[in-house]
């Protein structure tokens, strides 16, 4: 089986560990770090027959998100603080209006040259291809895909788990 089967409760899920690497080479992919999309590329590539050739990939690990908030404490504070209003919110009209907050908290993450998990990230990404002048709009996707777990979908479908948004 490729995909690992949900579980029905927050009690039954496990925190991702903590990244020792800010960027992962699709060998580095586990479900420790890396999600389901990212492990199945990895299942396929050591699948296909020798003369297919899969595109390399790489991944951004679990909890770097997570991590660079907590290099900016003021937006931390203000996500925590909208995430617990959230969780007793009946009108979906403010819950939603609290998500877009929050989305455009982690859109607004600044990029720290000086972090060296950031700088390796950059780094590593630059290596694999994207051009250094394209960063901005590199860094602007990234912060896309973080944000994209305040949306109306995976914000009720982690609460209905009982798993905490922040």
């Known amino acids: 089986m490729i995909l690992q089967e949900a579980k029905d409760t927050a009690s039954t899920l496990e925190p991702p560990q903590m990244f020792t690497q800010s960027l992962l080479s699709m060998e580095q992919f586990s479900y420790k770090h890396s999600g389901a999309k990212s492990n199945n590329l990895k299942f396929l590539k050591d699948k296909l027959d020798s003369n297919i050739k899969l595109?390399?990939?790489?991944?951004?690990?679990?909890?770097?998100?997570?991590?660079?908030?907590?290099?900016?404490?003021?937006?931390?504070?203000?996500?925590?603080?909208?995430?617990?209003?959230?969780?007793?919110?009946?009108?979906?009209k403010k819950m939603n209006k609290m998500l877009c907050q929050c989305k455009d908290l982690v859109?607004?993450?600044?990029?720290?040259?000086?972090?060296?998990?950031?700088?390796?990230?950059?780094?590593?990404?630059?290596?694999?291809?994207?051009?250094?002048?394209?960063?901005?709009?590199?860094?602007?996707?990234?912060?896309?895909?973080?944000?994209?777990k305040y949306n109306e979908r995976a914000f009720l479908a982690v609460k209905k788990l009982g798993v905490r948004v922040d």
Do not use: T
Request: charged share 25%; aromatic share 10%; glycine share 2%.
């Open 107 to 148: 859109l607004g993450l600044k990029f720290h040259d000086n972090d060296p998990h950031q700088k390796f990230m950059k780094q590593q990404l630059i290596n694999f291809g994207i051009q250094a002048n394209q960063w901005e709009q590199a860094w602007k996707s990234i912060k896309k895909v973080w944000a994209s």
């Open 55 to 92: 595109p390399e990939s790489a991944c951004v690990p679990f909890q770097m998100a997570e991590y660079s908030i907590d290099l900016e404490p003021d937006v931390k504070k203000k996500l925590q603080s909208l995430a617990q209003r959230m969780q007793n919110i009946k009108s979906v």
